[in-house]
């Protein structure tokens, strides 16, 4: 396992232990976001905000947390994962990619986002609990992509999730929010949907199946997880709203827009535990996920 991180978009090297300016003076939007963390000092549990912030998890009163969050995106280098790496840098985040091919470092560094190289395929449950360690949320991002098998989909889209989320829980990290895809409900109890590729089956089953073992999780450990379901993604600019909810009408949304609801979902805690789908609509981003928790 290599890593990688670049300078901040202020120029500043990541390396050591990153004192200040501090997320508490580089990004003072009051939020519910989590205490920051330098996962390559050697103290790499150290929060660098102070100690009496109480983290995500820890049950502390107020949820006083501010931004400067540590991001792992597994699959860092996929369409959605950039895009959310970019905005998660540009409001202050420290964020790293976890790749298999270590030649799409360079693109990262390019955004700002550090990088991992670990295939997620072969990666023991170990190194990806190294990896994630001192992380305050991951994504999990990847996915076989179009042109692979149905062995690939069960590999990544299935096996990859799952040993994210047992690292995720072996690390410590409270927060992890999932890609999964609308349609899986369709394969659930054996299902056949009519008219689908035997592939895209199994492209489903084997989301559905990393969805379940989130939902397996619950009840066990201190990881907050939350499903997301786009629907078919498009490569269209952002609109920045779009329609979040348990079950929505079957529709396409960019990958910009899918990006900014991660984002704001990482920072609503209030969602745990929540599985939403997700496509184009008329609701602000911001909006969609609030309306969500003052839902429930
Ligand atoms: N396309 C759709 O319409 C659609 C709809 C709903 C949901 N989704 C889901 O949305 C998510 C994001 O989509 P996207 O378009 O951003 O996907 P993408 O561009 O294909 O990115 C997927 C990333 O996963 C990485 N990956 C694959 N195998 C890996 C491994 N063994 N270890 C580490 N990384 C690995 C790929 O890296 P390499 O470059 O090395 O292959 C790639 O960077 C995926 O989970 C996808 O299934 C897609």
Known sequence: MTSAHPATPQGRPRSGPVRE??????NPRPSRALARTDPESESSRTPVVP???PRLGAGGEGDAYLHGMHIVIAGGHGQVARRLGALAVARGDRVTGLVRNPAQLPDLSQLGVGGVVLDLETATTAAVTEALRGADAVVFAAGAGPGSGAARKDTVDRAA?????????????PRLLQVSAMGVDSVRDGGVPGGREEVFVAYLRAKLAA??????RSGSGTLRWTIIRPGRLTDSPGTGRVRLAQSVPRASVSRDDVAAVLLALLDEPGTAGMTLELVAGETPVSRAVRELVEAS
């Open 21 to 26: 300016p501090s997320a508490l003076t580089r």
């Open 51 to 53: 100690a009496t912030l």
């Open 161 to 173: 999730a799952v040993v994210v989320a047992d690292g995720a829980a072996a690390a410590g990290v």
């Open 211 to 216: 969805e379940e073992d989130l939902r397996a």
